[in-house]
């Protein structure tokens, strides 16, 4: 089993930043990768990146590439989600999970994901 929990999300103007945090506990958290998803409203959970086991390697949705930044920290058994140059498009529920199979084809997919977090909204005023 493993919990996941978010933090950080909030109210910000256009072409402000956010760090968005996921906080890990149970298994070790070294031993599977993350991703991060957005929900806006009436639309599909959509993928937004994710991050290696190790961190060496990450993948992001075209749509925030050059502006999103995945890291974590093993140490603390946390990803991060670093939003800078947010547009009024970013808003949405933000969701951590966590993936243990990491097959790189199926990585924008929500079935990869083995646990979620409960989200966190983000609101980007235009």
């Known amino acids: 089993q493993v919990q996941l929990v978010e933090s950080g999300g909030g109210l910000v103007q256009a072409g402000g930043s956010l760090r968005l945090s996921c906080a890990a506990s149970?298994?070790?958290?070294?031993?599977?990768?993350m991703g991060w998803f957005r929900q806006a409203p009436g639309k599909e959970r959509e993928f937004v990146g994710a991050?290696?086991?190790?961190?060496?390697?990450?993948y992001y949705a075209d749509s925030v590439k050059g502006r999103f930044t995945i890291s974590r920290d093993n140490a603390k058994n946390t990803v991060y989600l670093q939003m800078n140059t947010l547009k009024p498009e970013d808003t949405a529920v933000y969701y951590c999970?966590?993936?243990?199979?990491?097959?790189?084809?199926?990585?924008?997919?929500?079935?990869?994901?083995?646990?979620w977090g409960q989200g966190t909204q983000v609101t980007v005023s235009s």
């Open positions: 999970a966590a993936d243990f199979a990491f097959v790189a084809s199926q990585l924008t997919l929500p079935d990869e994901y083995d646990y």
């Open positions: 149970g298994r070790t958290f070294s031993t599977y990768a």
């Open positions: 991050i290696s086991k190790s961190g060496g390697t990450t």
